[in-house]
């Protein structure tokens, strides 16, 4: 039988043999996945699975079966098998696992057991997926044997979109997807998502953007669907490595937690949490019931650069890596938005879709909420650091209020305890004394830099404009009585030629100070190494002493990045979020984005994948979908791969709700228009007394209609909830529980909210959601439209509402049986010419655009005569 030859990719080679440097040259086993191509094969994917030990064999093994190849180093270049081997490559071959030796630099590959050719593509039956979420299917025969006949309602809306996605698995398709509220999208694509993972053993992503929708999907769509169809899977929910304590860093902190704070708070939550490592199942954030302060918990948390991989003592039992090894077993991994560019950056960066990174390799994705999608990207192909980032990154290495707290003091500890005296003598003289003076004038540069911002912003203030669009400086003040907000962009111009000289002076300033921490801690690096001390403890010092040096190189580039003005593809803004008594100079924020994210989408996402479907309730603007295509770069995509289904809402409207806009209102410009909207609000307050969702479009409106409001809500025994007084979870809950409640909320309030049957019967929307025009990112965007000679109201601003419309409108109607009305206070949306394209936008239902009085008396006909009327019915 001749020698079968194992491709490995140059990028795979890189990765085999740097991990088994840092494993000191030992064996270290991993796991891989083969790409076919005709008879050759090559490993595409690998994952580190155990080291070189007694316990290594019996892992692979275990581990092995949802895997192409095992392989495994031998240290000293003789690729010849043992026994052992042997053994283990039978074992191995039994489960259709092949079996392969490499040298420790992974350029020459010994194959015991050629890996086994998996089945060819399995394309999907159409009808087979329509089958199943069609009347008399899967899922519909599971309703009926749990709640009995008639209990699961068939939507043709969801039929239709899960042939879609079928398609666009099947034709390797990227599809935009638009489904309305109630037609059951996730189903529509998670049933065609796991009939492909599991008949192909590979995996699909499904990615979204609110917490809520991936519990939605972990804890109720994916366990239903797993007892109602007749397919094996396995499904997982994927959190960021933050999320999971560390083992080693647990145990290193041990009686530490006493030296590591300045407050004794922080270090009994501290201990407590050492405690609750050692009797936890799984290490999460989510387990505990209260959460800890960052700079506590970030004390135990698994960290990257701070990982010992496989070389760390409790890797088998490593929470994180638990968690790791059940994802790649997963057919179907939900993430979200966040973790999901944040791993696409690493990929892009080193040009690898397959490797085991943040996320297992992947080559199909589902995005639900994709309407975010742009935002999302923007932020994670950019940049954002802080002042307060940067000052507490050093006074956790040395305590500005007691040195002998902080990360450099308890390394000394110990040092002494192990007996390296010297590295310890170095530290404590050379190392502990430079922090808090590099501090000082880190602190001083930022203060000169706050100053200086300020006195520009109040130049900008003065200057600017009323009305139209503020220009580049202006200032973008949103927020509430306790905090304001300011923006101040960083352009090329050259009245903005002082500001770009008082960063780039400052931020060169700090970073030559930070450089002298690098060169400290690079020192202290390699006197640690050079220092006798048990293997094990050093190699936890030494990661815990390089991340510092990591973590400032990265902090270094970002401002490097930061003051490359030239680049003109980014746009750069400085922030501040501050009391009003406060400088500008308490706390602010550098902050960059791409002013288009498009060609990077096209890049990094569209072409390497082979399908991606992309769903929400808002990705058209009157049934067309061409501002959200060209936002995200789908326009770019091959036209033949790209598809768009739009399925409309189930729901009645007509019969269901009503629209409601006064339309003797003055217009959100004028100066009465807030007067009017709280007078309006209190005598719909009065009307209903409750089942109410007030949404806003600033804070600071917000708060001047709570407390104006609140007065006549404690008359009425109304509780008025405001976003604010608690989390997101615990709001909504409340609000829930009882009829006689109003809830305020703005921004993300605007979506995410599920309220079904009599506990909201009213949405007012207070204005249409207009983007603060002086945000930069929005200014840049608007900027770059009018130099290509596109207009940037009807082609930016106005779709950019509008799809924010009708995620508050979609808060009203969430069943079949719901029934309510949209109150729109503002008359803009009949009488202008945009309005149409918001009506449009919205399900087909009765406008009622008439005086306050005739809105006010139309609401009570609907709503208060209906429940009279339901009453009498249900008493008779």
Same mark, same amino acid.
Not at 459 to 465: D, L, P
């Given at each position: 039988m001749p020698e079968f030859e194992l491709k490995i990719s140059a990028p795979t080679r890189e990765f085999l043999a740097q991990t088994i440097a840092r494993s000191g040259g030992n064996e270290v086993y991993f796991l891989g996945r083969v790409r076919w191509d005709g008879d050759s094969a090559e490993v595409e994917e690998v994952d580190v699975f155990a080291r070189g030990n007694e316990g290594s064999t019996p892992a692979i093994i275990q581990g092995a079966e949802n895997w192409d190849v095992a392989i495994h180093n031998h240290p000293g270049g003789d690729l010849t098998p043992s026994s052992a081997d042997i053994?283990? =490559?039978?074992?191995?071959?039994? #489960?259709?696992?092949?079996? =392969?030796i490499i040298d420790s630099e992974a350029t020459r590959c010994y194959v015991v057991v050629p890996p086994f050719r998996g089945p060819k593509a399995v394309d999907l039956q159409e009808e087979e997926v329509v089958e199943i979420v069609s009347e008399g299917g899967a899922i519909s025969r599971h309703f009926e044997a749990q709640a009995g006949p008639g209990s699961y309602e068939i939507r043709r809306g969801q039929i239709d979109m899960a042939r879609q996605v079928t398609r666009a698995i099947n034709e390797n398709g990227i599809a935009a997807l638009e489904a309305g509220t109630g037609v059951g999208k996730s189903f529509a694509y998670l049933v065609p998502a796991i009939l492909w993972a599991a008949r192909n053993k590979k995996r699909v992503i499904v990615s979204t953007n609110t917490i809520n929708l991936q519990e939605q999907l972990v804890a109720r769509d994916l366990p239903l669907l797993a007892e109602a169809l007749d397919e094996e899977f396995s499904f997982a929910l994927i959190k960021g490595r &933050?999320?999971?304590?560390? #083992?080693?860093?647990?145990?290193?902190?041990?009686?530490?937690?006493?030296?590591l704070f300045d407050k004794n708070e922080d270090a009994r939550v501290l201990a407590d949490l050492v405690s609750w490592v050692k009797n936890s199942d799984d290490g999460s954030l989510a387990d505990l019931a209260m959460r800890p302060p960052g700079e506590v918990?970030? *004390?135990? %948390?698994?960290?990257?650069?701070?990982?010992? &991989?496989?070389?760390? $003592?409790?890797?088998?039992?490593?929470?994180?890596? @638990?968690a790791k090894r @059940? +994802?790649? *077993?997963?057919?179907?991994?939900?993430?979200?938005?966040?973790?999901?560019f944040a791993d696409l950056a690493v990929r892009r960066e080193l040009g690898n879709y397959q490797w085991d990174l943040i996320l297992p390799g992947y080559d199909r994705v589902v995005f639900d909420e994709a309407h975010h999608l742009e935002d999302v990207a923007s932020r994670h192909l950019g940049l954002r650091f802080t002042r307060q980032g940067v000052e507490r990154r050093l006074s956790r290495l040395v305590s500005r209020r007691d040195r002998s707290r902080g990360m450099l003091p308890a390394l000394v500890r110990k040092l002494r305890k192990v007996g390296a005296t010297g590295p310890a003598s170095q530290i404590e003289e050379k190392f502990v004394p430079l922090v808090p003076r590099v501090l000082e004038v880190v602190e001083q540069q930022f203060a000169e830099l706050g100053v200086r911002m300020d006195e520009l912003?109040?130049?900008?203030? #003065?200057?600017?404009? $009323?009305?139209?669009?503020? /220009?580049? /400086?202006?200032?973008?003040a949103e927020g509430s009585p306790k905090w304001e907000s300011r923006q !101040?962009?960083?352009?090329?111009?050259?009245?903005?030629?002082?500001? #770009? !000289?008082? !960063? /780039?002076?400052?931020?060169?300033g700090v970073g030559e100070e930070?450089?002298?921490?690098?060169? +400290?801690?690079?020192?202290?690096?390699?006197?640690? *190494? +050079?220092?006798? %001390? $048990?293997?094990?403890? *050093?190699? /936890?010092?030494?990661?815990? !002493?390089a991340a510092v040096s990591g973590r400032l190189d990265r902090l270094l580039e970002s401002m490097r990045l930061f003051t490359d003005f030239g680049d003109e593809s980014q746009v750069r803004w400085l922030e501040s979020r501050h009391a009003p008594d406060r400088p500008f100079d308490a706390r602010f924020t550098f902050a960059s984005s791409p002013i288009c994210v498009a060609a990077d989408l096209q890049q990094a996402v569209y072409e390497p994948m082979k399908s991606v479907v992309l769903t929400s309730a808002t990705l058209s603007v009157a049934n067309n979908v061409d501002f959200f295509r060209t936002r995200v770069g789908l326009d770019r995509v091959d036209a033949e791969r790209f598809q768009f289904g739009e399925f409309p809402s189930s729901f009645d409207y007509q019969t269901q709700a009503r629209l409601l806009v006064p339309s003797d209102f003055p217009e959100p410009s004028q100066a009465q228009f807030q007067e009017r909207l709280i007078s309006c609000l209190k005598k719909v307050l009065r009307l209903l007394r409750g089942r109410t969702f007030i949404l806003f479009t600033s804070y600071a409106l917000l708060e001047r209609a709570r407390t104006a409001l609140e007065p006549l809500a404690a008359e009425l025994g109304v509780r008025l909830l405001s976003q604010g007084d608690g989390n997101r979870t615990e709001l909504l809950d409340s609000f829930r529980s009882g009829s006689h409640h109003v809830l305020l909320g703005t921004d993300s309030f605007w979506e995410g909210v599920d309220v079904k049957g009599r506990g909201l019967e009213c949405v007012v929307i207070t204005r249409l959601p207009f983007r603060v025009p002086s945000e930069p990112l929005q200014v840049a965007r608007v900027e770059q439209l009018e130099k290509e000679g596109v207009s940037p109201f009807w082609n930016f601003s106005v779709p950019q509402a509008v799809l924010k419309f009708k995620q508050g409108f979609g808060r009203l109607i969430r069943s079949h049986t719901d029934r309510g009305v949209v109150l729109v206070l503002d008359r803009r949306l009949v009488s202008k010419s945009y309005g149409r394209l918001f009506l449009e936008s919205i399900p087909p239902g009765r406008l009622v655009a008439a005086p306050e009085q005739k809105v006010l008396e139309e609401i009570s006909r609907f709503l208060i005569s209906e429940r009279a009327r339901s009453s009498t019915s249900k008493s008779s």
């Open positions: 053994d283990v =490559a039978s074992e191995l071959g039994n #489960r259709e696992v092949g079996f =392969a &933050n999320n999971y304590a560390c #083992r080693r860093k647990t145990e290193e902190v041990g009686d530490d937690a006493s030296d918990w970030e *004390k135990l %948390m698994s960290e990257s650069d701070r990982s010992l &991989n496989v070389n760390c $003592p409790h890797y088998s039992s490593c929470f994180y890596y @638990q @059940q +994802a790649f *077993k997963a057919q179907i991994l939900v993430v979200n938005h966040h973790l999901f912003a109040v130049e900008e203030s #003065r200057s600017a404009s $009323p009305g139209g669009v503020p /220009g580049a /400086g202006s200032l973008h !101040i962009r960083v352009t090329t111009a050259d009245e903005q030629k002082s500001l #770009r !000289i008082a !960063i /780039g002076g400052a931020l060169k930070l450089r002298q921490v690098v060169a +400290a801690n690079d020192r202290a690096l390699r006197a640690v *190494k +050079a220092t006798a %001390m $048990p293997d094990e403890r *050093k190699a /936890g010092l030494l990661v815990d !002493i």
